[in-house]
């Protein structure tokens, strides 16, 4: 007997209550497409854009005033010792834009499984499952893929929107928050207000988790490159996107690119 609701139909045997859906694959929806994943991720970058011109200034900072040792995390995800990030901080002439690569190493970094042990966006029932699969066997990646849909259909109403008060992924958001805080603080404008400042910084970071489980929903999985391209005076403000296992759970090589580097140059480092 056919099944049809909100569009999806299934195969079922018997009728009633005690039916039977033999063909799942027909209840789940169809991947996001590739607009739709792009234009999440252009909200992200937009907006810590508009944060970071809004609420930072490119006055003269003292030396002691930046914490290095906070930095470690951005250094090991681009490949730029600490000192050298360090350096483009105390720059006013790269400033801007380094704040620009920290706040997206931040939010990104976070919207996908974790294999350093940091804490991720995704809600704390499927983080933890999510990171030792990142080098699954083709079979493994088979079933992954099935589960990530499958979850994701059955969690979108608890996840599927930015998170609200009552959200456990409250507290990776304020952790992300506190991180973030020993970087930020000097360079912080006197002029503006600081509460506001952390609230758009903090819906900033909630699209994110929201697009961490758009991600996660899908099929296909994907990671960020925040490697640079190595050329002179050039500096990675926002990774490329790159799906690295299709719609149909295979592993891509070379990975699809979804979204370009964003590389400023002629920084005069």
Known sequence: MGHEK??????????GAGA??????????????????????SKIRDGIKNHVQNYYHNSPVSHEAVNEAALA?????????????????????????TIMTFLSQLALSRCTGRIDGQV???????????????????????????WKTISGALLQ?????????????KASIAQALAAAEPILYPFIDPSVDAAARLRNLESILKRAAQFAFLLFSQPGCFQFDFIGTG???SLLVFPAMIQTVSDEAERLSPPRVLSAKEIMTGLGM
């Open 157 to 169: 109403q608890q996840y599927g929107q930015q998170p609200d008060e009552n959200d456990p992924r």
């Open 6 to 15: 909100n569009g999806m139909t299934g195969t079922t045997l018997g009728s």
């Open 73 to 97: 995390e951005l250094a090991n995800a681009t490949g730029i010792p600490t000192s050298s990030l360090k350096t483009l901080l105390l720059t006013p002439g790269t400033r801007t834009y």
């Open 231 to 233: 050329q002179a005076e």
């Open 20 to 41: 039977v859906v033999t063909n799942v694959d027909r209840l789940l929806p169809q991947p996001a497409e590739d607009d739709a994943i792009i234009g999440g991720l």
């Open 120 to 146: 991720s966006f995704l809600p704390a029932e499927i983080s933890r499952v999510v990171s030792p699969l990142v080098d699954a066997s083709s079979s493994q990646l088979a079933l992954f893929s099935k």
